[in-house]
């Protein structure tokens, strides 16, 4: 009888075992899971300034109104990268559906190459998911040699969609901002903060 009970605890503790194990498992798979779910996340629903990225052929399907909003253009640089950067026209008026160009000019100021990764948000933050870049610099890591000034342009366009929303209907200026950072195989990477 006792021999009973001990196995029946010792089965007890390993189903035990075993739950605590999974669930532990369970919870370093989100953990894993978390960034790329939030940043998908953010691009579906424009959260936290995220704008949206579109391609040529939806672009083209959208239609301009007679409503005219201001976009304002901001630009950062992080200390650790040796560049200059800034837009050529910091405001633009633009028709609400209306593709447009904003360029920004970057330099290095360094005697070496120096790669550059740009992080971007929109606001007022519930602007951003109706913020479309067709072609922006930011989507790919970008190289400058020495002294090298490089035009970047970013393609756009303020989704119509965004008259309809009680809670963006009366936006007058958006503002997209950009930070530049130095980067290393696409990641961006703070000198300053990681001892190099």
């Given at each position: 009888m006792k021999h009973t009970q001990n196995r029946d605890l010792s089965a007890k503790n390993t189903r035990s075992a075993l739950m605590v194990g999974a669930i532990a498992l369970g919870m370093l798979g989100m953990g894993y899971a978390a960034v790329p779910l939030y940043q998908i996340f953010c691009s579906v629903t424009g959260y936290g300034g995220t704008t949206q990225r579109v391609g040529e052929a939806q672009a083209a399907t959208i239609k301009t109104t007679d409503r005219v909003m201001s976009v304002r253009f901001d630009s950062n640089v992080n200390s650790a990268l040796p560049w200059t950067f800034k837009p050529e026209q910091v405001v633009d008026r633009?028709?609400?559906?209306?593709?447009?160009?904003?360029?920004?000019?970057?330099?290095?100021?360094?005697?070496?190459?120096?790669?550059?990764?740009?992080?971007?948000?929109?606001?007022?933050?519930?602007?951003?998911?109706?913020?479309?870049?067709?072609?922006?610099?930011?989507?790919?890591?970008?190289?400058?040699?020495?002294?090298?000034?490089?035009?970047?342009?970013?393609?756009?366009?303020?989704?119509?969609?965004?008259?309809?929303?009680?809670?963006?209907?009366?936006?007058?200026?958006?503002?997209?901002?950009?930070?530049?950072?130095?980067?290393?195989?696409?990641?961006?990477?703070?000198?300053?903060?990681?001892?190099?």
């Open positions: 633009v028709s609400v559906g209306a593709r447009d160009m904003a360029i920004f000019l970057a330099t290095n100021l360094s005697d070496q190459p120096v790669y550059g990764t740009a992080t971007f948000n929109v606001t007022p933050l519930q602007a951003g998911k109706y913020f479309n870049k067709v072609q922006c610099f930011c989507f790919t890591e970008q190289l400058l040699q020495p002294g090298q000034t490089m035009r970047m342009p970013v393609l756009y366009y303020v989704d119509p969609a965004i008259l309809d929303d009680p809670d963006t209907k009366d936006i007058e200026e958006i503002t997209l901002s950009y930070t530049f950072y130095r980067s290393k195989d696409g990641i961006a990477v703070d000198l300053a903060k990681s001892g190099s």
